[in-house]
């Protein structure tokens, strides 16, 4: 028998359901290595120390609304410089309401604020802390579009800010994600490998967004190589992360090595649903296997899968 009618034999009967992309609101937190978290950042001068304090005083007050106190308020924010920025936010990791109140006062009245990496970065785990990931995720992308800053920066500064501002791996989820949704698939992979090559974890929802883009671009190869990172470190896969590496194959005219990584999966606990049935028949057909093609179809209703439209 030839290796393309294994491959109806290999697929179990159990059904899975059918697994979607999570929208970002459904970040989760995740537990992370020590993280590379840089002191306290001191705004290099008493001026300004004395600044911080000020402000600090000043969101604790509760009134910003009173015209008074807001004027007061604006002066002081026109003195800020990005440590003076990070310094406030490290201060308000414990009362997000106090760091959103500041993120959101100094966006309104200066949004042009001239911010470094660090002091987005910092901005952006508080948002994340917040569930504000929409905010957030508009942070990122204005860090990502900083002429000059290379992937090493971003993540670098992402890592150091991490434990002061008591944040958590949903972070690097919506990097990774907004790089692949701002279409920089090769920054998207060099970013997650760097975070990966210091021990943060990124969810298999942000993996298969990476791996799901690279293979409909044909970077394959790429594709595969984040799979065994995601295999290497743990992260469990999902039939989405299946049906993603067996278009992969298909697409590689690679047919004899889907029985293989099929199997590979099912020690898993992962296995294949009616996308993945379609997929094959659709790749089988397009390649003139027509008895192949038969003989999967056929196979469906014993692992409890009715053949449809598609199908046909």
Same mark, same amino acid.
């Given at each position: 028998?030839?290796? =393309?009618?294994?491959?109806?034999?290999?697929?179990?009967?159990?059904?899975?359901?059918?697994?979607?992309?999570?929208?970002?609101? &459904?970040?989760?937190?995740?537990?992370?290595? &020590?993280?590379?978290?840089?002191?306290?950042?001191?705004?290099?001068?008493?001026?300004?120390?004395?600044?911080?304090?000020?402000?600090?005083? *000043?969101?604790?007050?509760?009134?910003?609304? =009173?015209?008074? &106190?807001?004027?007061?308020?604006?002066?002081?924010?026109?003195?800020?410089?990005?440590?003076?920025?990070?310094?406030?936010?490290?201060?308000?990791?414990?009362?997000?309401?106090?760091?959103?109140?500041?993120?959101?006062?100094?966006?309104?009245?200066?949004?042009?604020?001239?911010?470094?990496?660090?002091?987005?970065?910092?901005?952006?785990?508080?948002?994340?802390?917040?569930?504000?990931?929409?905010?957030?995720?508009?942070?990122?992308?204005?860090?990502?579009?900083?002429?000059?800053?290379?992937?090493?920066?971003?993540?670098?500064?992402?890592?150091?800010?991490?434990?002061?501002?008591?944040?958590?791996?949903?972070?690097?989820?919506?990097?990774?994600? &907004?790089?692949?949704?701002?279409?920089?698939?090769?920054?998207?992979?060099?970013?997650?490998?760097?975070?990966?090559?210091?021990?943060?974890?990124?969810?298999?929802?942000?993996?298969?967004?990476?791996?799901? *883009?690279?293979?409909?671009?044909?970077?394959?190869?790429?594709?595969?190589?984040?799979?065994?990172?995601?295999?290497?470190?743990?992260?469990?896969?999902?039939?989405?992360?299946?049906?993603?590496?067996?278009?992969?194959?298909?697409?590689?005219?690679?047919?004899?090595?889907?029985?293989?990584?099929?199997?590979?999966?099912?020690?898993?606990?992962?296995?294949?649903?009616?996308?993945?049935?379609?997929?094959?028949? *659709?790749?089988? *057909?397009?390649?003139?296997?027509?008895?192949?093609?038969?003989?999967?179809?056929?196979?469906?209703?014993?692992?409890?899968?009715?053949?449809?439209?598609?199908?046909?």
């Amino acid at each position: 028998m030839v290796a =393309h009618r294994l491959i109806p034999s290999q697929i179990s009967r159990v059904k899975h359901p059918r697994t979607r992309f999570k929208p970002l609101k &459904t970040f989760t937190t995740s537990s992370s290595p &020590t993280p590379e978290s840089e002191p306290a950042t001191s705004s290099g001068s008493d001026s300004d120390s004395f600044l911080v304090e000020k402000i600090c005083f *000043s969101l604790k007050q509760g009134n910003n609304n =009173h015209k008074n &106190t807001a004027a007061s308020l604006r002066n002081q924010l026109i003195r800020l410089n990005p440590l003076a920025v990070v310094e406030i936010l490290y201060r308000c990791r414990n009362d997000l309401s106090l760091g959103q109140k500041f993120v959101d006062q100094l966006g309104s009245n200066f949004p042009n604020f001239k911010h470094t990496s660090l002091s987005l970065s910092a901005t952006i785990h508080i948002l994340v802390r917040s569930g504000r990931l929409s905010d957030a995720q508009g942070f990122v992308l204005r860090m990502i579009r900083r002429s000059g800053v290379s992937r090493a920066e971003i993540v670098n500064s992402l890592v150091s800010t991490y434990g002061n501002c008591g944040s958590n791996d949903s972070v690097f989820d919506l990097l990774i994600r &907004t790089y692949v949704q701002a279409r920089k698939l090769r920054e998207a992979h060099e970013a997650f490998t760097l975070l990966r090559s210091k021990g943060y974890i990124v969810s298999i929802d942000a993996c298969n967004a990476l791996i799901g *883009s690279l293979v409909r671009i044909g970077w394959v190869e790429l594709a595969w190589g984040v799979y065994q990172e995601i295999s290497r470190s743990g992260v469990g896969i999902n039939v989405y992360t299946l049906n993603i590496m067996v278009n992969a194959l298909c697409k590689d005219g690679k047919m004899e090595k889907v029985g293989n990584f099929l199997s590979e999966v099912q020690e898993k606990g992962v296995y294949p649903d009616i996308v993945t049935y379609n997929m094959l028949i *659709s790749a089988y *057909s397009s390649k003139g296997l027509i008895e192949e093609a038969f003989e999967l179809m056929n196979a469906m209703p014993s692992k409890g899968f009715s053949p449809g439209v598609y199908t046909y």
